[in-house]
């Protein structure tokens, strides 16, 4: 099974840049790295997703390592409606989007 | 307007009855989701459509039953409800492809069986 290891929790304070962590030691060459969060009451909404190299969007930037094995997804600045669970979830062709327990981020005023 | 909508947002019923929950997505996919999120939070597949027809069964009791009349519906019937049954369903769709690429999820539909 594609599995990702993220932090439990993780806090951060606000207008402050947050880097949440993934391992995803068994990935293979054509494994996507797709990230995930889901704030309170809410369904889980796309943040951003990469193959190989570094990705940015309006919300988010995502830095992949060399040997891919893990990547780190960037706020640039948190703010308090950015306080939700973080996924981080290999796409492997084979099965629909697993998710895990992933990261709950705090951000503090 | 919505991208994925589902009803209804909640449900409360007694245990041994059947229910539905409808969801519909207007953003031209050809995949559909249904995702159960428990009490602890955990996400689950639960089952996939592909236009129309089941691609993915994840081992769910066959008291439940997808229903896709079209590409763009995909609905949920569980029969015979059971206590464990209570939590949010979550429905989601996407583009066809190997790789899911970008989900759109609903709003959840939060069932509580007493």
């Known amino acids: 099974d594609a599995k990702t290891t993220q932090p439990n929790s993780m806090e951060s304070n606000e207008e402050e840049p947050v880097h949440l962590p993934c391992n995803h030691s068994t990935i293979s060459g054509t494994d996507y790295i797709h990230w995930y969060r889901q704030l309170p009451s809410q369904g889980p909404e796309y943040v951003i997703h990469?193959?190989?190299s570094n990705v940015n969007n309006r919300m988010a930037s995502l830095a992949i390592a060399e040997d891919r094995k893990s990547s780190t997804l960037i706020l640039h600045r948190a703010t308090l409606r950015d306080a939700a669970v973080y996924y981080c979830?290999?796409?492997?062709?084979?099965?629909?989007?697993?998710f895990g327990s992933g990261t709950r981020l705090q951000v503090q005023p | 307007d919505t991208a994925v909508s589902q009803t209804p947002k909640y449900l409360v019923t007694q245990m041994g009855n059947d229910k539905s929950i409808k969801c519909e997505q207007n953003?031209?996919?050809?995949?559909m989701y249904w995702y159960k999120q428990d009490s602890k939070k955990f996400l689950k597949i639960m089952f996939s459509?592909?236009?129309?027809?089941?691609?993915i069964n994840e081992t769910v009791p066959n008291r439940f039953s997808p229903k896709s009349p079209d590409k763009a519906h995909l609905n949920l019937h569980i029969n015979s409800l059971e206590l464990g049954d209570s939590a949010v369903y979550f429905c989601?769709?996407?583009?066809?492809?190997?790789?899911?690429?970008?989900?759109?999820f609903g709003e959840g539909s939060r069932l509580t069986v007493l």
């Open positions: 989601a769709s996407s583009h066809q492809g190997v790789h899911t690429g970008e989900l759109f």
């Open positions: 459509y592909n236009n129309k027809e089941l691609i």
């Open positions: 953003l031209g996919h050809d995949t």
């Open positions: 990469g193959l190989t």
């Open positions: 979830i290999m796409d492997t062709g084979r099965r629909a989007l697993t």
